[in-house]
């Protein structure tokens, strides 16, 4: 029995392993794991346009996009090309990466540090204004990538910071239109410090109730702690 329960712990570590991504950073080496129910968009292969336009994205906001998951099946409709728009789940992780001579590497900090200045800064944010230069960042690498489609935020639900711990966790639910559809999504955005280096994990879902907010933030703290616990 404890043979065959040793087999099973080796097992099951080699699948979570095979589920981490490992990346270099400015030089720090970084693990993120993927996201239970999500699958990996590659920057390589079949999936490696998808990848290099959400990229292009991050770059216009100061950011290098680490890992991109999207749901299985949206992905795969993707890869077949039926890409549909409207992904009903997806998640980023990317470090702050800006185009300045900013500190990037945060070696100083602990995360208390960390997390108070950040929740200060959240306060401070004007959402509608920062929501303005993402869709103008989006459409024009729409443009850049020549996909045909624009798309329009609408007045955002700002519900600030739900909660501190290994991270900062920031909520907002805001309305989409890409021209055929509009739709509801609901966001949580993790913050936290991960071997001094500044980390955000944007996880996105289809609003359908508040239930769905309460989701997202139950996977956006286990993930971080998994993020956590394998730095």
Known sequence: MRAA????????????????????FRGVILNLPKPDNLC????????????????????????KLLAFYDDCLHLESAINGSYEANSPEW??????DPNSDAETIFKNYSTQR???EIAAGISDLDINEILKRVEQGVNQT???FSYDGNIVFGKPIDLGVLEI???????MIVNISN???????????????????FISAYKYKKYKSKQTMIDL??????????VVHLN
């Open 5 to 24: 329960l040793i087999v099973l712990l080796l097992t099951f570590a080699t699948q979570a392993g095979a589920e981490n991504k490992q990346t270099n």
């Open 40 to 63: 990996v968009v590659e920057n390589y292969g079949s999936t490696s346009e998808i990848f290099e336009m959400q990229s292009a994205i991050q770059r216009k906001a100061g950011n």
């Open 91 to 96: 998640q980023f992780v990317v470090a702050y």
């Open 114 to 116: 960390f997390n108070e």
């Open 142 to 144: 729409h443009k850049d």
């Open 165 to 171: 711990g290994d991270a900062v966790f920031q909520g």
């Open 179 to 197: 021209g055929n559809d509009d739709f509801l999504v609901g966001g949580i955005f993790s913050y936290l410090l991960v071997n001094g280096v």
């Open 217 to 226: 933030l139950s996977d956006a703290k286990f993930y971080v702690a998994k």
